[in-house]
């Protein structure tokens, strides 16, 4: 194993600590890792990005539900439209993309290019979400949720096709849509988003698994330290305030996505 495999196994730990620190926002640096540090192409990618993501979540959801701190009748109602939405673009838009789109000034926008620059976007609003100060004040929840259906189906198609697209879980937009739409406590949210990003990450990579082969040792791998890094981070915040962390981490992923854009528009080799 070279350095820059120990490097992108490492990385894989600190993910896993950052989603169990932090929640929503914490698994997002898994396509960067994949990409730039261990050298797989982003299409395969974002494949692996939905399982490690996927499996993550699932393993951080646990705790939650043990707590009581996960509404299923929510995660359903979101989970649906997200499910369909999330599947049919794994299966069969992603493919269906041409490996090269259009050509700028001698510059070719490439089908990898897109999806880095479109995840760097994603990226810079999830850093927004992670920094912005909340000053709206304490919201009105309710133990028995309130669904706004058109816009939860909105927003859970919206987040699927999202997931679909770049592999990001994508907790940054539902944690604040079980908030605000179906009056979740925070906790409850953030566990709720757990078991929605768990189920449609999997879907979404299932729907893969006939188009992609996979480097199943490899993944298992790469996911397995992710799971003993979800469970540290856990154990961490215990000691250390995770929304004060978050803030930081914020600032990091705002970095990242504005170094993706240069490297993937002005430092192409």
Known sequence: ????????????????ISLGLIGGGGSILTLPVLVYVMGINPVLSTAYSLFVVGTTSLAGSFNFMRKGLVNYKAALVFAIPSFVAVFLTR??????????????????????VAIMLFFAVVMLAASYSMIKEDKSGPLEVSRRPKFNYPLIGLEGGVVGMLTGVVGAGGGFLIIPALVLLAKLPMKMAVGTSLLVIAAKSLIGFAGDISNTTIDWTFL???????????????????FISGEKLKKSFGWFVLAMGIYIISKEIFFKS
């Open 91 to 112: 299966k069969y838009f992603v493919p269906m993309v041409p490996d090269s789109l259009f050509t700028v000034g001698g510059f070719e926008v490439t089908k990898d």
């Open 220 to 238: 298992i791998e790469f996911t397995s330290l992710s799971i003993l890094g979800i469970f540290l981070g856990s154990f961490l915040s215990r």
């Open 1 to 16: 194993m070279d350095s820059t495999e120990v490097l992108g196994f490492s990385a894989s730990i600190l993910i896993g």
